[in-house]
């Protein structure tokens, strides 16, 4: 064999051990990939595998917990407990309206002369006042007292009386009870001036069995007073006729007390129908004894048992009404109630023990004139006024002196001997009349 061809042959066969050897590394090569395929697989087949297997294990983890939950007693967090706040009754609302208006911006100078029902002669310092005007502006407005009474002197004509009144009450910080005294009968300041009708006396009307009578007579004479300017009426008396020529006289409706009652009641209901407030009297009862306390030192001996089964249930009828807004004591003196001579007006025995506490009476109640001889024969007008509100009396009435009444209470306030919450209970009951028409009844 020549070179060439040697050469030839060994170059064929250096390319076809090459080429074994490419198919050598090929399938050594495809050998690999598969294998990492397989092992790749394997991997993925165990992670899904792993993954199934935990997602199922917190699956059944869940559904164990559920069942324990579904199997246990439902419990609930602990709430603060929510207080129910009870409704204002009306009385409270008033209240709250007379605290917030009146009495905690009152000075305690203005809460004492809000304590006292005057004559306009104590105040202005005139002998008989027909007209108000500056001098009265001028008492008004360093006396603010609670109210203004009138009598037949003040009254000349219904357009004088008018622009009278008219006047005092533009005058003075706060509303003022402008009162009368008199049942409408032709002996009464206004009905006697000719300003208003008469009506017949308690004791005609008392007589004529009809308690009608009572409750058209207390709409008369409440139209006309209400046209006048009044708001209150020291009328109807509650009194009975116990003895003959007893106190009370004609303005006593009878003897029976539930018949008296019904009187009263009837009268009361005709008056405030128009918007004047009627002041009821003479608790404990006048009708038992002859002597007047315009005369001086009056006393009954009726006993405590005869007043609590006939005068008493006269009052006590009204009181549970529930229409009575202020009754008057008398400065009678009755030892059965009190022990001694002591005027009730000036006894806590008659006004708080029994008319506030006993009888629940919770309106105003009003002392008897400090201005009668019953009292000014005793008394000072400084003690008097003092000993009438230590006693339970919401208001004084008519002081004999009204500058030396008013200082000597401000002065019992001042040191104590009074206090001024016991003031201001006080003040709360008369602007309950007062303020009535603030709230919806």
Known sequence: ???????????????????????????????????????????????????????????????????????????????????????????????????????????????????????????????????????TKDALSKYPVGGIVYAAKNIQSADQLKQMIDNTKLYTSYPLFIAIDGEGTGTDAVAAAGLGTKTDSPETIGASGDTNNAYTAGTTVGSYLAELGFNLDFAPAADLKVVDGNAAGSSS????????????????????????????????????????????????????????????????????????????????????????????????AVVTDILRNELNFRGVIVSGAMNQTAITNYYGADEAAVLALRAGCDMIYAPENFETAYNGVLEAVQNGTISEDRVNDSLRRIYRIKYADKIEQ
């Not at 709430?79 to 009306?90: D, K, M, R, S, Y």
């Not at 409706?253 to 009652?261: C, E, L, Q, R, W």
């Open 1 to 135: 064999m020549d070179t060439n061809e040697q050469r030839q042959e060994s170059q064929q066969n250096r390319r076809e051990e090459r080429h074994k050897r490419r198919q050598r590394s090929q399938i050594i090569a495809y050998t690999v990939v598969g294998i990492m395929i397989l092992v790749l697989a394997a991997g993925i087949a165990f992670a899904v595998s792993k993954i199934t297997g935990m997602n199922h294990d917190r699956q059944e983890q869940q559904n164990r917990l559920d069942d324990i939950i579904a199997s246990e007693e439902t419990i609930t967090a602990p709430t603060e407990p929510v207080e129910t706040v009870p409704e204002l009754t009306n009385e409270q609302k008033l209240d709250k309206i007379i605290d917030e208006a009146i009495i905690q911006n009152m000075p305690l100078e203005d809460k004492v002369a809000g304590l006292f029902i005057t004559t306009p002669e104590s105040i202005t310092g005139v002998s008989a006042a027909v007209q108000a005007g500056d001098g």
């Open 253 to 348: 409706y009878g003897t029976d007390a539930a018949t008296v009652a019904s009187f009263v009641t009837g009268m009361q209901t005709g008056l405030q129908e128009q918007k004047v407030t009627a002041a009821i009297g003479h608790f404990p009862g006048i009708g038992s004894t002859t002597q007047s306390t315009k005369d001086g030192m009056a006393s009954t001996d009726r006993s405590a048992e005869d007043f609590r089964a006939n005068e008493f249930a006269v009052f006590q009828s009204c009181i549970d009404s529930g229409e009575t807004k202020m009754i008057t004591v008398s400065n009678m003196a009755a030892p059965s109630l009190t022990g001694d001579n002591t005027p009730c007006s000036f006894s806590s």
